[in-house]
């Protein structure tokens, strides 16, 4: 459950620094690739990792690069998502990803469909289709009394 929430933080702050350096007249494209090299040399230099495949296997080059590709990508989408749609709209759209992972989970893993984890599972995406079917512009209720209406 650390985890699930950490993650969930983590991913709203993501959508919320993209807002903010939007406004503060930063380029995302170079703000991502600069975290993408940021985050290699770090990673280089602090964790040390072991580039030599074991015994048998092929070190998964060609994984690291598809990798290298989409996520950035991703990350420029999800930007536009945040500039166009809103923070809580892309990130309810990013959350509709759990669609391919919760089929998954069942066609090829094999996990049972239990009825708490059935419940759990409409309950969620009762919630995220409540989020991006919301009207765009709020409602106003209106009360007019004595041929004057006031707004609230």
Same mark, same amino acid.
């Given at each position: 459950?650390?985890?699930?929430?950490?993650?969930? /933080?983590?991913?709203?702050?993501?959508?919320?620094?993209?807002?903010v350096?939007?406004?503060?007249?930063?380029?995302?494209?170079?703000?991502?690739?600069?975290?993408?090299?940021?985050?290699?040399? /770090?990673?280089?230099?602090?964790?040390?990792?072991?580039?030599?495949?074991k015994?048998g296997?092929?070190?998964?080059w060609v994984?690291?690069?598809?990798?290298?590709?989409?996520?950035?990508?991703?990350?420029?989408i999800?930007?536009?998502?945040?500039e166009?749609?809103?923070?809580?709209r892309?990130?309810?759209?990013q959350?509709?990803?759990?669609?391919?992972?919760?089929?998954?989970?069942?066609? /090829?893993?094999?996990?049972?469909?239990?009825?708490n984890?059935? /419940?759990?599972?409409?309950?969620?995406?009762?919630?995220?289709f409540?989020?991006?079917?919301?009207?765009?512009?709020?409602?106003?209720?209106?009360?007019?009394?004595?041929?004057?209406c006031?707004?609230?």
């Open positions: 459950m650390t985890y699930l929430i950490l993650s969930i /933080l983590c991913s709203v702050a993501v959508s919320v620094l993209l807002k350096a939007r406004r503060q007249g930063v380029d995302i494209r170079q703000a991502i690739a600069f975290n993408y090299v940021v985050a290699c040399a /770090l990673t280089w230099f602090l964790l040390a990792p072991a580039l030599e495949p015994a296997q092929q070190f998964p994984l690291f690069a598809i990798l290298g590709v989409i996520l950035p990508v991703l990350f420029m999800m930007s536009r998502g945040v166009y749609a809103g923070i809580v892309a990130d309810a759209a959350r509709l990803s759990l669609f391919l992972t919760v089929l998954a989970s069942f066609v /090829l893993f094999g996990e049972a469909l239990s009825v984890r059935g /419940l759990s599972l409409a309950l969620a995406f009762a919630a995220l409540c989020l991006l079917c919301k009207p765009q512009t709020p409602h106003r209720a209106s009360t007019c009394a004595r041929g004057h006031i707004s609230f």
